[in-house]
């Protein structure tokens, strides 16, 4: 299985940007697919998470602002994310979690500008 992420770039304070995730390979059934990041010289931090029966989860500093959503029959997730500050800058992961293991895609780098 690989996972394919794409949509970060260069935008400005209170800007958007959606992020998409998209499976190939093996597909499986993905119990859970995610989103996580990462800043420079911090540890990598869970965001939102969308489980198959449709609850979500969000972080509390990103909570009204980011939504997830799935597309279950294009194995893709989505991240929309509104009103943008410079603490969102980071390298974004997928993370997509099945009964046969997890999986990790290779990151798109968001930055936030003041």
């Known amino acids: 299985v690989q996972l394919q992420a794409s949509g970060g770039g260069l935008v400005q304070t209170g800007g958007s940007l959606r992020l998409s995730c998209a499976a190939s390979g093996r597909l499986l059934f993905f119990n859970l697919m995610g989103w996580y990041r990462q800043a420079p010289g911090k540890q990598r931090e869970l965001v939102a998470t969308a489980i198959s029966g449709g609850r979500t989860y969000y972080d509390d500093s990103v909570k009204g602002r980011f939504t997830i959503s799935r597309d279950n029959a294009k194995n893709t997730v989505y991240l929309q994310m509104n009103s943008l500050k410079p603490e969102d800058t980071a390298v974004y992961y997928c993370?997509?979690?099945?009964?046969?293991?997890?999986?990790w895609g290779q990151g798109t780098l968001v930055t936030v500008s003041s």
């Open positions: 993370k997509f979690i099945s009964s046969g293991g997890d999986y």
